[in-house]
């Protein structure tokens, strides 16, 4: 995936705005973080990933996903897109889209999805 195609998957989330975090490029709903796109590794901030789970992923795909010490603590993971898979991208960041999206917004989305 390029990132061009991320940014029209993330983009077709209701409610996503481009913005910052920390200084750096960020997607946000609702003024609350979503994802953003790593410069210094062109991997993909994935939230919303517990530490189980996280290390399944680490250990199935090593080359697409990996962590740094900084999100070390935290359950996230993160996901270098050149090897990423749409579908998959979708679904995490549906995941983290449905915990900080406002209930209309949600409600609104799964009244279409049906």
């Known amino acids: 995936m390029t990132a061009d195609e991320m940014y029209v ?3 077709g989330f209701p409610g996503v705005e481009v913005g910052t ?3 750096h490029p960020a997607y ?3 003024g609350k973080f979503f994802t953003r796109l790593r ?3 062109a991997s993909v901030v994935l939230q919303e990933v517990g530490f189980d789970e996280r290390e399944m992923l680490i250990e199935a795909e090593p080359a697409t996903f990996h962590f740094t010490d900084h999100y070390r603590n935290y359950p996230m993971v993160l ?3 050149e090897s990423l898979d749409a579908g998959s991208l979708r679904s995490f960041l ?3 889209w449905r915990k900080i999206a406002p ?3 949600v409600n609104n989305w799964d009244g279409h999805q049906s």
Do not use: C
Request: overall charge positive; charged content about 50%; hydrophobic content about 35%.
């Open 9 to 11: 998957i993330v983009m």
């Open 21 to 23: 975090s920390y200084g």
């Open 28 to 30: 946000k709903v609702g």
């Open 39 to 41: 410069d210094e590794d």
């Open 79 to 81: 996901a270098r897109i």
């Open 94 to 96: 549906e995941r983290r």
């Open 103 to 105: 209930k209309k917004l």
